[in-house]
């Protein structure tokens, strides 16, 4: 991303980013209106509506944490001190508290980036004289998206929560109660379609500023808020677009697809490991968690400035020496492992296990993974690749949306619509990059687990699977798959997060959710 290095200033000038708690007011949280926004100014602003995507809250650890949640895989981490990722083990077992610092996380980085994003709405919108058409135009494209972005995150997480929509003031009340889900979503679909007016096209971007939120990624979004809005059935009904949420999805996936993307073009293998570096923001990816590798804070790998990736250093296998730190977060569980077809080329991008292809000439041992003998392998990196030859510094992206979960979410919707001969096609382009051989099935609910099983195995560790899990059939089929690998204790009130303990503390008419 261009000037990726402003997204610090922006922040530390622009806003209030290092609160304890949303709720946290201070002069800064203002834009100040004695400086006036120029286009330079005007970008950097907006550079700091992404830094919170960057932090170890969203991307950087808690998001792709969720997956382990889902029950693909073990926390892992150091064995020797019992409590090495307690939090995500808490939710991962349906024993989460309302102090679960994974909540905590996911709650302050959404706030954090959402407060950013309502500074640099309110000041672009009232320096828009002084900054030039284009830049002001796809600069509040690219804060609407992103605030639509925030808020998918938390409501998917927590239920109906407070909606902001202007920077905190010292004045404002302390206390503000949660808005429904309804309401969260409201504003989500309308940033949604204000980002889809103003953002031009991934193709139309210049080299330098390739990473930025576009069309293509802001009409994904959509998609996948209608998709999930239609599994709920009747409950979001006064939302669906005229054509229906499951008509829409198709129709937003059709008009990605003439946005200049040709799944069979891309290779499976050119995303990850080393290419994550080398083919940043490529011709399959969307939207892309962009890093540069450096960490300019004093506090190095565990300083939250967000510029070097956690992903590679966290994943690695443990005591490999295949990378820098090889924390041993992210084990593959057995269920999983044996979800694969076989013939399917993406196991061995995805699954470090023993007798798998070597790892930059080291073979992968069993006993690198103490709790189920295999390591995810797709984010790893090798020691060369780390600028700065240390656990500190990886420089590769996190890939959040890109065109084969377009194609996977228009064949569901397809499905749904009782198209299941029309969604052969989507699925199959998918299935074919793999090695698979087509998927004809003509019955809707044959299709439908196959659509799911895709979306596992193509999307795996992406942080996706948590999502899709508690969206289909309105959270029914999560309940089914956790009983279904002994996890009895999961229900249906466990499929949010508990709102955190600090913010029920900090506000008098915030409600806690069901079941905590």
Not at 235 to 247: D, H, M, N, R, V
Request: aromatic share 12%; net charge negative.
């Amino acid at each position: 991303m261009k000037h990726i290095t402003y997204i610090i200033l922006a922040s530390a000038l622009l806003t209030c980013s290092s609160c304890s708690d949303f709720l946290e007011k201070y002069p800064k949280d203002s834009p100040s209106t004695t400086i006036p926004v120029s286009d330079d100014l005007a970008v950097a602003m907006t550079n700091g509506c992404y830094q919170s995507l960057q932090s170890m809250n969203l991307y950087n650890q808690r998001i792709w944490s969720m997956d382990i949640c889902a029950g693909d895989s073990e926390a892992g981490g150091d064995p020797s001190t019992g409590t090495d990722g307690v939090e995500t083990k808490e939710v991962a077992n349906f024993y989460a508290t309302p102090s679960n610092n994974l909540a905590v996380g996911l709650w302050r980085g959404g706030y954090t980036g959402i407060g950013n994003c309502n500074t640099a709405i309110q000041s672009l919108s009232a320096n828009a004289d002084n900054i030039s058409p284009e830049i002001l135009t796809r600069s509040l494209g690219e804060a609407y998206f992103l605030r639509a972005h925030y808020y998918f995150i938390l409501v998917r997480c927590f239920g109906g929560v407070p909606i902001r929509t202007e920077p905190a003031k010292v004045s404002d009340p302390k206390d503000i109660a949660r808005n429904t889900a309804t309401e969260v979503y409201d504003l989500i679909i309308k940033d949604c379609k204000e980002a889809i007016e103003r953002l031009p096209q991934k193709n139309e971007l210049a080299p330098a500023d390739l990473g930025r939120a576009t069309k293509d990624a802001a009409c994904t979004q959509l998609a996948k808020v209608y998709l999930t809005l239609a599994s709920y059935g009747n409950t979001y009904a006064s939302l669906a677009p005229e054509e229906g949420f499951y008509q829409a999805v198709v129709d937003l996936c059709d008009e990605i697809a003439t946005m200049g993307y040709d799944l069979a073009a891309c290779d499976y293998a050119s995303l990850w490991n080393e290419n994550l570096i080398k083919n940043k923001n490529s011709a399959e990816s969307i939207f892309e968690i962009q890093y540069s590798g450096e960490n300019a804070g004093t506090g190095g790998f565990w300083e939250n400035d967000g510029q070097a990736s956690w992903c590679s250093t966290f994943m690695g296998p443990r005591t490999s020496g295949f990378t820098y730190g090889s924390y041993g977060w992210n084990q593959p569980t057995d269920e999983f492992f044996e979800s694969y077809e076989e013939d399917d080329k993406r196991k061995d991008i995805t699954v470090f296990y023993e007798g798998c292809p070597d790892f930059d000439g080291k073979s992968y041992k069993a006993s690198y993974a103490f709790m189920t003998g295999r390591n995810v392998r797709k984010f790893i990196i090798p020691i060369s690749l780390n600028l700065y030859q240390n656990e500190q510094t990886s420089p590769q992206n996190f890939i959040a949306y890109r065109y084969a979960d377009v194609l996977l979410m228009k064949a569901e919707a397809l499905n749904e619509l009782g198209e299941t001969v029309q969604a052969q096609t989507p699925l199959n382009i998918v299935r074919r990059r793999a090695g698979l051989g087509d998927f004809l099935s003509t019955n809707k609910e044959e299709m439908k687990e196959k659509i799911i099983h895709e979306r596992r195995m193509e999307l795996a560790f992406e942080g996706h699977r948590w999502f899709d899990l508690i969206r289909i059939d309105g959270g029914d089929y999560a309940l089914k798959f956790f009983n279904s690998i002994g996890k009895v204790n999961a229900t249906k009130d466990r499929m949010l997060l508990p709102i955190p303990q600090v913010e029920m503390d900090a506000n008098a008419l915030m409600v806690q959710n069901p079941g905590y």
